[in-house]
């Protein structure tokens, strides 16, 4: 077990090992130029969250939920404390829940040979440096710059769902969270959105019936996620006013409103925060959808839906709600699924590529060439045996991305009333019944996903552009176009040379994940946040944390960057 952790007295980095024999946790001190040690025996407390004298003197609240005190007695018989920060909460977690069992000799055998063999097998002098913000380094920081996402935001923040103070963003901007986390997935509900971090942990934000919290809440807040030890988050979803996660075991946790069942509790009784969901197969999920109030779960094949029954959404030939996941028997070998307001697309790969949909029909977005709404899987004739790489479904249209010959297709069908689907006449009761290609799409781009939101949509090429088409009553198409609905799919330039790596939908507002990248000098004339311009005296700061530019003023503040693994305080 080994990580390189913050030791705080004066703030530095080392790398922190058990010892082979379990007994002791051992560290490099450069100081004293020799290995330094604190026996488990000596340890006499824990405590957690930054509450010695130590912390006081150099407080961190971004970092309070990564920190804890050791409580030992020295060779000296004197009493002090290790106060260290953790890089991530899974760095957290294994500290604190291991040193803890180790004091209660607790720790199963298996975990102890583990540890052991790890410990080992550690070579500290060759481990790999620690970053610094020098122009020695600034490769180095360069790359863990790219290994780290940041999310572009804009459309509707009614309650908060968008991030930031203003009540809609009409161009993407960077979504600003407190402490250092990498994000690895984001997805958008009706008035929230969740965010997942590549440490497993997650955050929320947005309308309070959906999020569990008494409140509205405008930023990114952290929750408590109770899972099953030994578990990490991999992936998230929103519905209209529910969640679900699915971990690297295989299990769903829900949590939001359930008035529908759509937590799959066997209950209507809404949960303000992650509870597990029970199936009655012993079945490895790997892949988990929300509907408005509806949820899907897929495993070794099979497709387990819940929640509100209407339009036949659930798939099982009524319109029946279901308290609890109950499997879709007319479907096998289903590989994907995409659940869209009252409809679902699922696809499968063997024996042969098959696309079905069902529930919801109103516009034709279920593409079966009419408006009759299906209560189980029918097939799309269009898809067969074409390669699916990427589907989406709004509140009443679909998205889908074939793949063949090195080149994509994108097809639409459904409503069009807004331009959603960049095809054709588009208003008031315009639609599309049979799915087909989008012209602005399929001219030498290759699209390698797409995402839909109520009424709208956007597209990520593998040049790295994204596209949208749609309603932009609330900026949600992200083109600071004064035009409240686009038909035809068009570049986010704001985005260019982004590299976008992801994008997500929610009821009014749009996500796009990138990589971290710093802001060229000459790009910027003023200040990002006090606005002031530039001059021979007030000169170009970078925050190494968000890679923005700032007067000196605005960027006075310097923190250590746990995640880049900066070493010191930065700018």
Not at 48 to 71: E, I, M, P, Y
Not at 74 to 87: F, N
Request: charged letters at 20%; aromatic letters at 8%; one cysteine or more.
């Amino acid at each position: 077990c080994s990580s390189c952790l913050v030791k705080l007295g004066r703030p530095k980095w080392r790398k922190f090992r058990l010892s082979s024999d379990m007994k002791s946790i051992e560290w490099i001190s450069r100081d004293k130029g020799k290995d330094t040690k604190v026996e488990i025996s000596k340890i006499s407390k824990i405590t957690f969250g930054q509450k010695t004298q130590k912390f006081q003197r150099l407080s961190r609240s971004d970092v309070d939920n990564r920190s804890f005190s050791l409580w030992y007695t020295d060779r000296e018989g004197k009493s002090d404390t290790l106060d260290l920060v953790c890089a991530t909460d899974l760095q957290y977690k294994t500290w604190t829940t291991t040193i803890s069992k180790l004091k209660r000799r607790s720790v199963p055998k298996s975990i102890i040979d583990s540890l052991a063999n790890t410990s080992n097998n550690l070579n500290l002098s060759a481990g790999p440096d620690l970053l610094a913000a020098s122009t020695k380094h600034f490769n180095k920081y360069e790359q863990a710059l790219q290994d780290v996402n940041v999310i572009y935001r804009f459309g509707s923040n009614t309650w908060g769902q968008l991030g930031g103070k203003n009540k809609m963003e009409k161009s993407p901007v960077l979504l600003h969270i407190q402490g250092s986390y990498d994000i690895n997935e984001i997805d958008g509900g009706w008035s929230h959105s969740l965010l997942l971090m590549s440490d497993g942990s997650l955050a929320q934000m947005g309308r309070k019936i959906a999020t569990g919290f008494d409140h509205d809440v405008s930023s990114p807040v952290l929750i408590d996620v109770n899972l099953v030890e030994g578990s990490v988050t991999e992936q998230a979803s929103c519905g209209r006013s529910h969640n679900a996660i699915g971990t690297d075991d295989g299990k769903v946790y829900t949590w939001g409103n359930n008035f529908f069942g759509q937590l799959g509790h066997g209950d209507r009784m809404d949960r303000k925060t992650p509870m597990i969901v029970e199936l009655k197969t012993q079945v490895m999920i790997r892949d988990i959808a929300c509907g408005y109030d509806f949820t899907c779960a897929l495993g070794d094949c099979q497709l387990f839906t819940w929640g509100s029954g209407k339009y036949g959404v659930l798939g099982h030939g009524d319109e029946k709600d279901r308290l609890s996941p109950c499997l879709i028997e007319d479907l096998d070998s289903i590989t994907g699924m995409a659940c869209g307001g009252h409809h679902v697309l699922a696809w499968s790969r063997k024996p042969a590529e098959l696309v079905y949909s069902w529930g919801l029909n109103s516009s034709g977005q279920l593409g079966h060439g009419n408006s009759k709404s299906a209560f189980s899987p029918r097939l799309i004739p269009t898809f067969s045996n074409k390669h699916i790489i990427s589907v989406a479904c709004g509140a009443g249209h679909s998205l889908a991305v074939t793949f063949t010959n090195e080149s994509s297709l994108t097809y639409a069908c459904g409503s069009n009333a807004f331009g959603q689907l960049a095809l054709g006449q588009c208003g008031q009761g315009a639609k599309v019944l049979t799915p087909m290609a989008i012209p602005s799409l399929s001219t030498g781009l290759r699209i390698q996903e797409v995402a839909c939101g109520s009424m709208h949509s956007l597209a990520r090429s593998e040049s790295g552009e994204v596209f949208s088409s749609g309603c932009n009553a609330f900026g949600q198409l992200g083109l600071e176009t004064k035009d409240r609905f686009l038909n035809r799919f068009t570049a986010i330039t704001s985005l260019k040379d982004k590299n976008p790596r992801a994008i997500a939908c929610g009821g009014m507002h749009s996500f796009v994940m990138c990589p971290k990248k710093w802001i060229k000098d000459e790009e910027v004339t003023n200040c990002m946040k006090c606005k002031a311009v530039f001059t021979f005296m007030r000169r170009k700061h970078h925050c190494r944390n968000c890679c923005l530019i700032f007067c000196n003023e605005c960027s006075s503040k310097r923190i250590a960057i746990l995640h880049l693994k900066l070493k010191g305080p930065q700018r």
